[in-house]
């Protein structure tokens, strides 16, 4: 039995991780979610949430261990081609697990699974269907890590987008739906500019499968060479979007503040989608031999992911709250990952996918851990101001310290592993001396706000007469789910050197887009496929040899 | 006047429509600005599988062939940006109701949040 399991998911295992959560999902939506019934007494409904939450948090966990599975199959260095609907590459919509999808699947789970188990500590009622939409969330997450085809990841994104922004209103209240609708039109209008560009890369390739448009941009020469740079920086300002880059993070640290903690922890992954994205599209389509659209982001990337990265420390600085700290922090991070991604080297990108697993980790223990803090500070909630003293301060106190001094990249913490790789990296690149200036300057800066921030919370302690008991203790759930996040952390600076490997096998393979394509479009002659494009209507000239003769319509 | 001509101005007349109410201070003009928006997107997506007359998007005896490709993806753009214009008129209706202003900021400009109270505040000097 368990066998025919296990040979089931050898052969589904892409699918299977985009379809757990939202079947998930919808055997949450089917078992119904009354709503604040609970807290009135109704016996029935405390039930239905408790099953709610067995069921969300059994999903999430095998959904773990089969992102697990991903990476043990993907770091052997295997291409996984998943066809949907058994058609052929670039006719069909194919998954394709390679190093890198895998590692962010998995990354995807590690967040959501304590984020989840801290939700079920109490916000999981104070909304209605959070745990469906929350599956709904991952679905869309795993499967625009895992597509290889670009419309596909418009798809995806639109799954994950609309699930964020219920999960964004989770909890209601004025600033939530305040901040709604600036992240739900922003979104929209960017979503706009993702076709935009899609469109734009199909007039000129006649394709949309990532493998295959590899190929057919690489032959791009004159106006259609510059149609194809315009479609890659549009997708670049979508994607910088996503992720919150220079000129477009302005909705992050409000929205992210605004957000309940549970949702903003999960929202740490949300930018590193855009990231990945950034990845793909940049490094394995206009990447570094795409002829004359080869590198179309390279004068753009790297400036604006330092001044991110700069701009984002200086914010956290000026913060007046902890959680809008937290959420310039993840601005910072991105714009370093992203220092990373732009120097186009597969050494900075294993630095960067190393510093994007630190970063995505401890930024949603952090805000975690703010609203821990927060609940025990009376009226003061999480803003930087004197208040009375928490209830427990050498408990939270510890993991303050933990998770500031490895955001700021202090030794021994994965932090700092990461900024050392990077540096190490890009050391003797034309770029080194500004990565260096900005990641150390960084540093220090992410440091002084933290201890700022530490300061102010455990030490400027305003005595207040009338202490009543509302401050207790965190229970233990939330403090667990918490603690998993820094255990998370540890484990990444212990298991630095194996990670580090995987990383950098990954980057080379992103580089290795003959083997990508051989994987992908095998049938149509791998690397040397000719598939007829762009669509010229006449049916004569259409197919090529390579193609099987029933297959004269392209797609 | 060519018909790629006709298309193309039309798409560039109804983007920047779009693209000015969406930067409107109310949300009734930015749910328009952002359909009108996505009306452009559809037939510019549509658009860039060429165009043709006479031309059948199906295999079907002789004759030049329509790209269907572009057909498909904007059907599922349509879907797709239907659902989100139905959700964010909701989400508009609902905060109109939570703030009591149907401004984008949730309060009218140069007033505090709640605008009747005499709290401080609000320095949004934005005309709208």
């Known amino acids: 039995m368990s066998d025919a399991i296990l040979a089931f998911w050898w052969q589904h295992a892409p699918v299977l991780s985009v379809l757990l959560p939202s079947f998930t999902a919808m055997a949450l939506l089917l078992l119904g979610d ?116 670009l419309f596909n990841l418009f798809v995806f994104f639109e799954v994950l987008l609309i699930a964020s922004y219920v999960l964004l209103l989770h909890g209601q209240g004025r600033e939530r739906l305040r901040m709604g609708i600036h992240y739900v039109v922003l979104n929209l209008a960017g979503s706009g500019l993702f076709l935009i560009g899609l469109a734009m890369v199909y007039a000129v390739t006649g394709t949309l499968n990532m493998a295959d448009l590899a190929l057919r941009v690489a032959q791009l020469s004159g106006d259609s060479a510059l149609i194809a740079r315009a ?24 929205t992210y503040a605004a957000a309940s903690a549970p949702v903003a922890a999960l929202f740490a992954i949300m930018t590193k989608v855009g990231v990945y994205s950034i990845i793909r599209t940049h490094w394995g389509i206009f990447g570094v031999d795409a002829g004359e ?131 190490e990296s890009s050391a003797g690149l034309a770029a080194q001396a500004w990565v260096w200036t900005v990641l150390l300057g960084v540093g220090f800066l992410t440091m002084v706000g933290l201890a700022r921030a530490g300061v102010i919370v455990f030490w400027h302690i305003q005595p207040e007469p009338a202490q009543d008991a509302t401050a207790s203790g965190a229970s233990f759930k939330l403090l667990s789910a918490t603690w998993l996040f820094m255990g998370l952390t540890l484990a990444l600076a212990v298991l630095a050197s194996p990670v580090k490997r995987y990383t950098d096998a990954a980057a080379r393979q992103l580089a290795d887009k003959a083997a990508y394509a051989e994987a992908v479009l095998a049938e149509q002659g791998g690397a040397a496929a000719r598939t007829t494009r762009p669509y010229d209507g006449r049916r004569s000239a259409t197919p090529p040899a390579v193609q099987p003769p029933n297959e004269e319509n392209p797609r | 006047m060519s018909m790629e ?30 359909s009108l928006f996505g009306y452009a997107v559809n037939v510019f997506i549509f658009v860039m599988g060429r165009l043709w007359s006479n031309a059948q998007p199906i295999l079907v005896g002789d004759g ?42 949730g309060h009218e400009p140069g007033h505090a949040p709640g605008y009747s109270s005499a709290a401080s505040g609000g320095q949004n000097q934005e005309r709208s």
Not at chain 1, 139 to 149: E, I, K, Q, S, Y
Not at chain 1, 231 to 254: E, Q
Not at chain 1, 311 to 334: C, F, K
Request: glycine share 10%; with cysteine; aromatic share 8%.
């Open chain 1, 34 to 149: 009354a709503g604040g019934l609970s807290a009135q007494g109704g016996e029935h409904d405390a039930t239905r949430l408790r099953w709610r939450r067995r069921l969300s948090l059994a999903s999430v966990l095998l959904g773990a261990a089969m992102a697990a599975g991903l990476v043990l199959r993907a770091s052997s260095g295997e291409l996984m081609v998943y066809r949907l609907g058994e058609w052929p590459a670039p006719f069909g919509i194919v998954l394709v697990l390679d190093r890198l999808s895998a590692l962010m699947v998995l990354l995807t789970y590690l967040v959501a699974a304590p984020v989840l188990w801290y939700a079920t500590g109490g916000w999981d009622s104070r909304g209605r269907y959070f745990h469906a939409i929350y599956q709904f969330q991952l679905m869309g997450l795993a499967g625009a890590f895992l597509t290889g085809d």
């Open chain 1, 231 to 254: 479609a890659a920086l549009v997708l670049l300002v979508v994607f910088g979007l996503k992720a919150a880059m220079l000129p477009l993070y302005f909705w992050l640290p409000a």
């Open chain 1, 293 to 423: 659209a080869s590198l179309a982001a390279q004068a753009w990337l790297l400036p604006l992911a330092l001044s991110t990265s700069v701009l984002g420390a200086l914010g956290a600085l000026a913060a007046h709250s902890m959680s809008r700290m937290v959420a310039y922090l993840t601005v910072s991070s991105v714009g370093t990952i992203l220092a990373g991604v732009g120097l186009f080297t597969p050494e900075t990108l294993s630095a960067a996918l190393y510093y994007t697993l630190h970063s995505t980790i401890v930024i949603a223990g952090l805000f975690l851990l703010v609203e821990l803090m927060a609940a025990q500070r009376g009226e003061a909630l999480d803003k930087l101001r004197p208040a009375v003293a928490l209830r427990e301060p050498v408990l939270l106190g510890m993991m303050m310290i933990f998770g500031a001094a490895s955001a700021a990249g202090l030794p021994p913490l994965p932090g700092f592993l990461g900024k050392l790789m990077m540096l």
């Open chain 2, 5 to 34: 001509f006709l298309l193309a101005t039309g798409i560039g007349i109804v983007t920047a429509c779009g693209i000015y109410l969406m930067l409107r201070g109310r949300t009734f003009p930015v749910v328009l600005g952002l």
């Open chain 2, 64 to 105: 030049p062939v329509a790209d269907p490709l572009p057909q498909a993806l904007v059907l599922t753009a349509i879907v797709i940006g239907f659902a989100t214009t139905g959700f964010v008129i909701e989400l508009a209706l609902r905060n109109r109701h939570e703030s009591g202003s149907d401004h984008v900021d």
